[in-house]
């Protein structure tokens, strides 16, 4: 079993910051991948970053820079830090985790249960 916890989320004014984190925890070999999503009402789950295997990160264009995502290999977390936001990017924010369970290369793919962020003066 893999589960992931997420927090930091909440509310913030226009052009403010809120730092994410996401703790992967369980059985778990090695962190093949890790990142975020987010999800408004009625809309698709759309990438907003993810760090793949070799460390790359890939980001939505649509950032323009204003979000970091870090990796605590240690400790099996991600962390967000999210700058210059709009409201426009309320939404639900979701961890992703693929994860290597064993030494033979079994995968659990690994969603968390979601961070409430609100962008909002």
């Known amino acids: 079993q893999v589960q992931l916890v997420e927090s930091g989320g909440g509310l913030v004014q226009p052009g403010g910051s809120l730092r994410l984190s996401c703790a992967a925890s369980g059985s778990i070999f090695s962190v093949r991948e890790m990142g975020w999503y987010r999800q408004a009402p009625g809309k698709q789950r759309e990438l907003v970053a993810v760090i793949i295997s070799g460390g790359t990160t890939n980001y939505a264009d649509s950032l323009e820079g204003r979000f970091t995502n870090s990796r605590d290999n240690a400790k099996n977390t991600v962390y967000l830090q999210s700058n210059s936001l709009r409201p426009e990017e309320t939404d639900v924010y979701y961890c992703?985790?693929?994860?290597?369970?064993?030494?033979?290369?079994?995968?659990?793919?690994?969603w968390g249960q979601g961070t409430q962020v609100s962008v909002s003066s």
């Open positions: 992703d985790a693929l994860v290597q369970i064993d030494d033979v290369g079994s995968t659990w793919h690994r």
